[in-house]
């Protein structure tokens, strides 16, 4: 079976994942932010999971971690590495009451 984002936040009512790989700076600087926040999201470890790396490195073409795909203003967005300004757009939609519940149920 294929990573299926769509999926996983379906499953757990997150519109943000953060594909995260062990000792990583970034990805804790990012995982960080969203808890100040109080945002909810998933978050995947790209050495555990060798369907979720496959995605991020071939299908996203992301080559740095942490990789974050998050509904933003019901748009998906992706990003790789500590972007405070994604960040900030990703809580700003997930707390706005008219983006609260998942947008990517198509």
């Known amino acids: 079976m294929a990573h299926n984002p769509k999926e996983i936040l379906q499953e757990n009512s997150h ?8 000792n990583c700076v970034q990805c804790k600087s990012t995982t960080r932010r969203l808890d100040k926040a ?5 978050t995947v470890g790209l050495e555990q999971d060798a369907e979720a790396f496959d995605y991020v490195m071939n299908e996203l073409g992301h080559k740095q971690a942490p990789v974050v795909v998050a ?10 590495g500590f972007n405070p300004a994604m960040l900030d757009e990703a809580i700003e939609s997930a707390t706005d009451e008219r983006y609260v519940v998942n947008t990517l149920n198509d």
């Open 71 to 80: 509904s933003i203003r019901g748009r998906v967005r992706d990003w790789s």
């Open 15 to 22: 519109d943000i994942i953060v594909y995260t790989k062990s």
């Open 38 to 42: 109080g945002v909810p999201y998933v």
